[in-house]
């Protein structure tokens, strides 16, 4: 007899109830903005999400305590308190591109190109760095290890090829995408 798992949901759409294969149910409750504010545990446990008047995760209670998030006037993420006291602080420049994520342990950077593209991410001292050709699309990555992401496109600037060499060169992997004439993956070679 095979596994089952069923998922219901509300006129507009929205989960209402989850049975996965072991059969546990989980149950969830909605606000007038169709914003999810409960999941319900068959232990009895739950899980509430609270939002402010602009319809931001003000906040999440669950057996471990709450999890606050504040925002900035522009409505980024300026603050995440874990139960535990713990702060995660985001700050952005500017344009309201993310630029530095900081942790009691790290801080990552985010830095960008004259046209507004990612160009670096530097956590702990390490440097990923972004290209991009001249319409954006993203060429290649290199990350601080020296692994190397190549892409490919087509003339219509969808992916066809993926190549992934170590710091020395070697090939780690390599992907053609065959696609289909509106664009639909059809198939994967490696």
Do not use: C, H, W
């Amino acid at each position: 007899m095979g596994q089952e798992s069923l998922t219901l949901y509300n006129k507009v759409g929205n989960i209402i109830s989850t049975t996965d294969f072991n059969g546990e149910i989980i149950l969830y409750e909605y606000n007038t903005n169709n914003q999810l504010t409960k999941k319900l545990f068959e232990d009895g446990t739950s899980v509430e999400f609270n939002y402010d008047n602009v319809g931001r995760l003000e906040s999440i209670v669950d057996d471990r305590g709450t999890t606050d998030y504040t925002y900035n006037e522009r409505g980024n993420l300026l603050s995440r308190t874990e139960p535990d006291g713990k702060t995660i602080s985001y700050a952005y420049n500017d344009s309201g591109k993310l630029e530095s994520i900081i942790t009691d342990s790290q801080v990552t950077s985010y830095t960008y190109d004259s046209f507004n593209f990612l160009d670096k991410v530097t956590a702990n001292g390490e440097v990923t760095d972004y290209d991009y050709d001249v319409l954006g699309n993203l060429m290649q990555t290199t990350l601080a290890n020296g692994v190397v992401e190549t892409r490919e496109y087509d003339e219509l600037y969808r992916l066809i090829g993926l190549d992934n060499t170590d710091a020395d060169g070697n090939v780690i992997s390599s992907y053609d995408y065959t696609l289909d004439a509106v664009g639909n993956r059809t198939l994967v070679g490696e």
